[in-house]
């Protein structure tokens, strides 16, 4: 959420994140009314770093909380700070391993945006790409529901999702839809190269232009009476299979 040019951090395992990653945190408000004891190592993390606690009464975290569920603690920041396409490959680069990357195509819900995130952090994805129109930014919802997993994985935030796989394609990456419709199971891909997972919309799935530029689309086969799986658990499953695969888990 912005609030007086501000974005806030909301809860206690994403301030606590925020700060363990060491992002630019201008102040951090505790409710007057929050256990000391829960909130101490935020409070002297804060206090170590420099960085500003002020006591508040609770109506006040209510009026600032973008989230339901706050907790007590919201930290204030400049607005996050994208990365580009270029900061992407070079986090992949430190690792000497193909790039694996997540291009969320249309992705509205905060909440859907927000758990793709943190999967791709626990999964070691080098980044995940979102267009500035027709998507979710990143805000309080969503940095509360990646558990804080936005201040480690680089975010680039692209004004056309076509050209940009077009760009990836050019330097070596093969682009793979996550869809229905895939002519090929997930289980029969070869998901090990350097890789693009795109995942489509909570509704309407990956757009037509953008199902036009993958390479190839891989679908979930399903095997009881629901044939469709909600966005981010569909990409939690893609994700998986690709670790299995990069891994050469059996």
Known sequence: MQTEGKNTIEGRNPVWEALRAGAALDKILVSETARRESIGKIIAEAKKQG??????HPQKLEELAETQACQGVIALCAEVKYASLEDLFAHAGKKGQPPFFILADEITDPHNLGAIIRTA???????VIIAKNRSAGVNAIVAKTSAGAVHYT????????????DRLKERGVWVTGADMSGETSLFQSDLKGPITL???????????LIREKCDFLVQIPMFGEINSLNASVAA???MYEIVRQRTGQK
């Open 236 to 238: 939690a499953v893609f």
């Open 154 to 165: 680089p975010i680039a935030r692209v004004t056309n999702l076509g050209q940009t796989i």
């Open 121 to 127: 952090n626990a999964a070691g994805a080098d980044g």
């Open 51 to 56: 960085i500003p606690v002020q006591t508040v």
């Open 198 to 208: 795109v995942v489509g919309s909570e509704g309407k799935g990956i757009s037509r």
